[in-house]
């Protein structure tokens, strides 16, 4: 089974959620936790494992070989990226512009555009001694984030057994890197805080998962009494609230340590067991 | 010498435009002619991505010799312009063009 | 006129609490600017009137006219984003999966396919609570954050402050490290890094810094939640010393952030004095640092 964990902005908790979630569901389940914020992977800051193996991971760009080419520019034509540029009698390629679309090499008439990997980020994977951590990890200054989490997905899709849960922490937000990320899993969590900020951006994570027809429920992060909005509005959309995370500056200080803070607060545990005990029912009803 | 300059406007006393890719004038000075030529941005300026590297290209088909500019040319224009033998200084921000000109002639403008 | 842009790396630091305190405190001698696009929430503290609206256009999407279309299949073979299915015997885009590269368009033996232009989201200009005017969008589902939105919000706000000859452009930035974030601090005169001292805090705090850094740009940080957690605060402190990067000030970790917040009013209109006068004491030094004349030349 494959759960996201997402929000419609940062700082919402989603990490804080993934790893201790993860790190429950581990006592009793074979547990990967994939971290696909691949611009600021940050889960391993709370957990302590090895590294097993570190991959390079490529894009393909397009490489100009100067011998056949007749400078006709019909590349830098069907660029639509910019990606390309012809100047003084030389093909001139930007790597981090190019899609990888492979317009320019395929329909260059003299071949002399042949596409290349070239390294855009790296995949880690490390194990815990409960579970294991997959990340991706995009190179400074590199901007195809949806290419790295395809690949990340892939590595992790290898490895996955038939009871495993994968949970994976998304990046944030609703543009492509987030629909890359929960395009194939069976189940999406959006993580929220019960402010205006908190609101807005869950309505917003809402809109996205009834487009992608996703199912979906909500934890609230940093739960208190003083702003019923958030659960008013998930009333009124039919949404099922799984959980509620309380705010309390101890946690907050925990999780400035990098700790977990479940084993620490007991009202933390209980909620995210009634995660677990939904996830479990959610389970059933597919083998049913 | 040619010398280019980014700009917001079309004169000497036009303020210079710190971006450069997305300028919206480019300027370029020829002393020995004592000419001015203007080229108005807006096509670069429309792209997602890549402004840099096209501007990167006028300069060079126009025999630029000197770019002045504000912040200075992201990595993928730079990569053009090392095509040339194009000198770039930075830090022209909040002055007009007649100012960042006389700031360079005066050695007072870093290169980048 | 001068640009500050106000960023993170990481969300939820407290940015955005900061743009709307200073926009309170500069009133009318600023334009606002949200540049998260992706989660924007500034006008939520600004009562901003969204007065003006328009759609915004950036990339490229695919359209196969069905009645032109001969089947052949050549646009879904070239396709490297799988964004070309073949359902009920017909050849279609899927508009989320599609990257504009336009390659279809161009194998297509009887030019069924059109390259037509992507309505990315709206744009907006409003009037906030203080009189001043605010630029915002809102980027609409699945779409690219290519970094163009941004630089139209940006660019607009500009120009409100260029005709009306106001002192500052205050830019709530986009986050991450990506292109929207590159767009959002081009061309600033002064960069704000807001951060919280925690493990990931210091972590992405260092990484946008990067970007800063590349740009060459002069940059203060002001640390929220100070108190959770005194040896991160020190890295901080020391990273931020290291790098000359000026540490503006900070502000303890308080229930007045989001008590204010849910009051829709910002910081400095809330009652907690203390934490007022902090926020006020780091927008009077960021005021004094931009406007010396050795942070321009």
Not at chain 1, 124 to 143: K, S, W
Not at chain 2, 19 to 29: A, Q, V
Request: contains cysteine; hydrophobic residues 40%.
């Amino acid at each position: 089974m494959k759960i996201a964990i997402a929000s419609g902005k940062g700082g919402t908790g989603k990490t804080t959620l993934s790893v201790n979630l993860a790190s429950l569901l581990a006592q009793k389940n074979s547990v990967f936790l994939v971290d696909l914020d691949v611009e600021e992977p940050n889960a391993k800051l709370f957990l302590a494992g090895e590294l097993l193996s570190e991959e390079p991971k490529y894009k393909m760009i397009p490489k100009w070989s100067e011998e056949s080419c007749t400078f006709c520019q019909k590349c830098v034509e069907v660029c639509n990226y910019h990606a390309l540029l012809g100047i003084a009698n030389e093909i001139l390629v930007f790597p981090n512009l190019c899609h990888s679309c492979y317009a320019c090499s395929e329909l260059c008439p003299t071949q002399s555009l042949p596409m290349f990997a070239q390294k855009m980020g790296t995949a880690r994977h490390y194990v815990m001694p409960d579970m294991e951590l997959i990340e991706g990890e995009l190179d400074l200054g590199e901007e195809q984030a949806v290419s790295l989490i395809s690949q990340t997905k892939t590595y992790v899709d290898k490895l996955l057994l038939k009871d495993t849960i994968a949970i994976y922490d998304c990046p944030p937000g609703t543009s492509c890197p987030v629909i890359e990320a929960v395009k194939d899993v069976d189940f999406v969590i959006l993580v929220t805080e019960p402010t205006p900020f908190g609101l807005n951006d869950l309505k917003l994570a809402v809109e996205t998962m009834r487009v992608l027809k996703k199912p979906f429920g909500v934890v609230v992060n940093r739960y208190d009494a003083q702003d019923d909005r958030v659960f008013a509005y998930c009333e009124s959309e039919n949404i099922e609230i799984l959980a509620k995370i309380p705010n309390d500056k101890a946690l907050a200080v925990l999780y400035s340590k990098g700790a977990l803070i479940y084993h620490s607060s007991k009202s933390v545990k209980c909620e995210l067991e009634k995660i677990s005990c939904f996830l479990k029912s959610l389970t059933c009803k597919e083998r049913a | 010498m040619k010398i280019a300059f980014t700009t917001k406007g079309r004169e000497w006393q036009s303020e210079m435009e710190p971006r450069f890719g997305r300028t919206d004038y480019i300027l370029i000075y020829d002393e020995d002619k004592d000419t001015l030529i203007i080229f108005d941005n807006c096509e670069a300026k429309s792209h997602e991505h890549g402004a840099g590297p096209t501007v990167a290209k006028i300069l060079i088909e126009n025999g630029v010799n000197v770019l002045i500019t504000g912040n200075g040319p992201g990595g993928n224009a730079i990569e053009v312009l090392k095509k040339s033998s194009i000198e770039v200084y930075s830090g022209a921000i909040e002055m007009s063009v007649k100012e960042a000109y006389d700031k360079y002639k005066n050695k007072k403008l870093p290169r980048f | 006129m001068k640009e500050i842009v106000v960023i993170s790396g990481k969300g939820g630091t407290g940015k955005t609490s900061m743009v709307a305190s200073f926009a309170c405190l500069a009133k009318k001698d600023a334009v606002l600017a949200d540049c998260d696009v992706d989660a924007a929430d500034l006008h939520l503290l600004l009562e901003s009137d969204f007065s003006f609206e328009e759609d915004f256009y950036s990339g490229e999407l695919a359209f196969i006219d069905k009645s032109i279309c001969r089947n052949c299949g050549r646009c879904a073979k070239v396709c490297r984003f799988d964004a070309i299915d073949f359902c009920e015997l017909k050849y279609t885009v899927d508009e989320i999966s599609c990257e504009g590269c336009g390659y279809c368009a161009r194998v297509c033996i009887p030019n069924a396919i059109t390259m037509n232009k992507r309505n990315v989201g709206k744009w907006y200009i409003s009037t906030i609570k203080t009189g001043a005017q605010m630029v915002h969008a809102k980027l609409g589902i699945g779409a690219e954050n290519s970094g163009k939105l941004v630089a139209k919000v940006k660019s607009e706000a500009k120009k409100i402050a260029q005709r009306n000859n106001l002192k500052y452009v205050i830019i709530d930035g986009s986050p991450g490290i990506g292109c929207p974030v590159v767009s959002s601090l081009s061309g600033a005169n002064f960069v704000v890094l807001v951060t919280e001292p925690t493990q990931s805090g210091l972590h992405d705090l260092k990484r946008v810094y990067g970007v800063v850094e590349k740009f060459n740009l002069k940059a203060g940080c002001i640390i929220n939640k100070c108190d959770i957690n005194d040896i991160v605060a020190e890295e901080i402190e020391f990273f931020l010393r290291e790098k000359k990067i000026e540490h503006i000030g900070s502000l303890p970790h308080s229930p007045s952030f989001t008590q204010a917040m849910i009051e829709g009013l910002s910081v400095v209109e809330y009652t907690d004095i203390e934490l007022k006068k902090a926020v006020c004491l780091c927008w009077d030094k960021i005021e004094k640092i931009i406007n010396k004349k050795e942070c321009v030349e």
